[in-house]
């Protein structure tokens, strides 16, 4: 991920990353379907390409897969989606066993082409190319150690402070070298890294990002997200675990822990918005802790209507548990323009405003003439809740009940999700009364910290802990002007 200014108090890129290692020859007995690809598809590219595909929405401002046939490494990247970045001709150019993956999320004023991974540089090891999830907070004291030593930097991304890292570090051999590095850097990062003969997989010691490892016909794979494995056919083997690094080669997968003391702390944002309904992650499946937020809300803050909505996409598993929990039909009265991206895209506020129009709008058969609950995953700056409450009266709505199933955002993130300044947060200086005001609502309640919580613990009992810094501005770690605690 990359930087503007750290201080500024913005917050920076999300992203997907991928890593493929093909090693056997196609199985004869794995699922048949797989076999609609010919032999020439099966290369590590055109799987890391669909595997981007499945990750889209972790990242569509650049994308890009490093590839390496054991000898050479190559790379292509560019700005945009997969689609945008990738056609049969540069794809066709990147032909190898291993690869290296990455899409990166859009953030206003921080979109410089240099900052596309994966980044790849030449180094007394070889080849190396790095994809990361996640974001640094000792990037600068790193940087200027760096730059101290004689290292130049092409951009200001703390995934080129990594990569250095692990260049610098080339007379312990690659394992050290990986090992060093990982216990110097401080913050959240899944990493995808890879050399001419292998590809490593690593999670931060607090398991913020996620990172899982799955198997594919041919070979390894490493994803954010189990949907990828999913999407190609593949299976899903386990997650990495906080301060686990895996290398995987020819001889197969191993495992070390890099010593660290490990804790849990897994982004709950993550739940709430960020993952796909169709993932697992940490063995908590996405869409059913959402519908247990659902439920949860449906319990504490249950109010008297005719019709239950979610709002696309991220709501809508959460409208499905209220509505289930209260009895309320449940109706897709709100549909979303699929051709659009994120609305965080749009830089300007009155851009994001007339953005939420075109992305979203009222199916007035369901909510005319009715008293409406409307669920969304989060309200940060009050942009998309506002509009909706205008487009949901505009389309006959008696009623618009607001429920959000996270907490209010009120702090910023410093572990790689894209949360505006602080001043920007309307939870962070406004009450639940004035928002409700602000937006236009009938009523508005958002889930407790305790309900969110524990609607993921209820899917899996052994779950990590989370990291809830965005809501109670207690984070994991030190970071800059924030305070570092734990709670109890
Ligand atoms: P806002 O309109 O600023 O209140 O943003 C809330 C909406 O943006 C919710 O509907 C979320 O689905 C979505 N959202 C929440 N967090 C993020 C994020 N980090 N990046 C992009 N969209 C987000």
Redesign the pocket.
């Known amino acids: 991920m990359s930087y503007d200014v750290f201080e500024d108090d913005k917050l920076h890129d999300?992203c997907g990353v991928v890593g493929i290692f093909l090693n056997k020859k196609s199985d004869s007995s794995a699922k048949k379907e797989y076999k609609a690809y010919s032999a020439k598809d099966f290369n590590a590219a055109t799987l890391a390409y669909y595997a981007l595909y499945a990750l889209q929405h972790r990242g569509q401002e650049s994308a890009g897969i490093a590839i390496s046939d054991g000898k050479e490494m190559k790379l292509h990247k560019g700005k945009g989606s997969t689609a945008e970045v990738f056609n049969q001709e540069n794809l066709e150019s990147l032909t190898g066993n291993i690869a290296c993956a990455h899409v990166r999320y859009a953030t206003a004023g921080n979109k410089s082409p240099e900052n596309a991974q994966p980044m790849m540089q030449g180094t007394k090891l070889g080849d190396i190319a790095v994809a990361h999830n996640g974001q640094l907070v000792n990037y600068e004291q790193l940087r200027e150690m760096l730059e101290e030593s004689g290292c130049t930097f092409q951009c200001n991304s703390d995934t080129e402070v990594i990569l250095k890292l692990i260049a610098r570090s080339y007379k312990k051999g690659l394992e050290r070298a990986l090992i060093d590095t990982i216990q110097m850097i401080k913050g959240s990062f899944s990493l995808v890294i890879m050399t001419d003969d292998c590809v490593i997989g690593a999670r931060d010691p607090n398991g913020i990002r996620p990172l899982c490892l799955g198997e594919v016909d041919g070979g390894w794979m490493l994803a954010s997200e189990s949907c990828a494995f999913d999407a190609l056919n593949g299976n899903f083997v386990r997650d990495i675990k906080p301060g686990e690094i895996v290398m995987i080669n020819k001889e197969g997968v191993t495992s070390y822990e890099f010593g660290e003391k490990t804790s849990k702390h897994t982004c709950v944002f993550e739940y709430v918005?960020f993952a796909r309904p169709d993932s697992i992650m940490d063995g908590i499946p996405v869409n059913v802790a959402r519908e247990r937020m659902g439920a949860c809300l449906a319990k504490e803050s249950g109010v008297p209507a005719d019709v239950v909505i979610g709002?696309p996409d991220?709501?809508l598993s959460a409208a499905q548990g209220y509505a289930k929990a209260t009895g309320i039909p449940y109706a897709s009265g709100l549909i979303k323009n699929r051709y659009i991206g994120?609305?965080?895209i749009a830089p300007t506020q009155r851009e994001r405003e007339n953005m939420v129009f075109v992305k979203l709008n009222a199916v007035r058969s369901v909510v005319d003439g009715k008293r409406v609950v409307v669920i969304?995953?989060?309200?940060?700056?009050?942009?998309?809740?506002r509009r909706l409450v205008q487009i949901l009266r505009r389309a006959g709505a008696k009623e618009v009940h607001f429920r959000i199933a996270s907490p209010p955002v009120k702090f910023p993130c410093y572990f790689g999700?894209?949360?505006p300044t602080r001043n920007e947060l309307?939870s962070n200086k406004h009450n639940v009364a004035e928002i409700c005001k602000e937006i236009g609502a009938d009523t508005l309640a958002f889930i407790s910290a305790k309900g969110m919580l524990e609607a993921c613990r209820e899917c899996n009992p052994e779950a990590f802990g989370f990291c809830e810094g965005c809501f109670t501005g207690v984070y994991p770690m030190s970071v800059p002007g924030e305070i570092h605690g734990k709670k109890l």
């Open positions: 999300e918005y709002v991220s709501g994120r609305t965080f969304d995953d989060s309200i940060v700056r009050g942009t998309t809740s999700i894209d949360t309307i």
